[in-house]
């Protein structure tokens, strides 16, 4: 039991490491703060991570009730769900800033804590569906382990952003740009992994 348990914190940390990428949203982070002070980079950090936080835990624990109030199926939503994955690793393999969970070209004030940084790189559909195929007919326990973990993905995103010139300056751009495509390869194993989850629940 505790060896199960073992292995599904690991499979959960793995997929929200892998849609998160906080090294390689670093430089992202760096230049949406461009010109801010240091305090101010640690406020909009500590802001984004705690509201997709909140973003994300909200799905984890209505995750059921929207399910039934939209009439959604499991392996709809597993299907779907790779589907949507599969194409954001896809397009980081690709080292292209992925159209689903990235953000679009415009000008920032002091909201890009919320919006694009929380919303949504870090708390974008691929996030929520990750999060969403964890707790899908997962028990208490589970649920649990899905919410400390991704509590402990945000803290160490907060750090990476906190830090993120002496980690851009230390690891260098080509190094990040690697560990993008390694995280993209990952989430489109983790996709196709949904897809045929979803095929087999539905037939």
């Keep these: 039991m505790s ?26 982070f760096l230049g949406m703060v461009d010109g801010e002070s ?39 939503f597993k299907i779907t769900g790779g589907i949507l994955i599969f194409f954001v690793g896809f397009e980081m393999l690709q080292s292209r800033k992925s159209k689903i969970h990235g953000p679009k070209e415009q000008d920032f004030d002091d909201s890009v804590a919320i919006s694009p940084l929380a919303i949504p790189i870090l708390a974008g559909p691929g996030t929520i569906v990750t999060a969403m195929n964890y707790v899908t007919n997962a028990d208490y326990v589970k649920i ?15 750090l990476t952003f906190s830090a993120a ?39």
């Design 3 to 28: 060896e199960n348990l073992f292995t599904f914190a690991l499979s959960v940390f793995t997929g929200f490491f892998a849609i998160m990428n906080p090294i390689a949203n670093t430089p992202i």
């Design 38 to 76: 240091e305090d101010d980079k640690r406020k909009i950090a500590k802001t984004a991570t705690l509201t997709a936080f909140i973003i994300v835990l909200a799905f984890v624990i209505l995750g059921k009730f929207i399910f039934e109030l939209f009439g959604l199926t499991i392996p709809a």
């Design 144 to 158: 649990l382990i899905v919410i400390l973990i991704f509590g402990l993905m945000v803290f160490i995103t907060y």
């Design 165 to 203: 010139e002496k980690i851009v300056k230390k690891v260098g751009k080509n190094f990040i740009e690697v560990i993008g495509k390694l995280m993209g390869l990952i989430l489109a194993i983790i996709g196709t992994g949904m897809v045929i989850n979803g095929i087999k629940l539905a037939f």
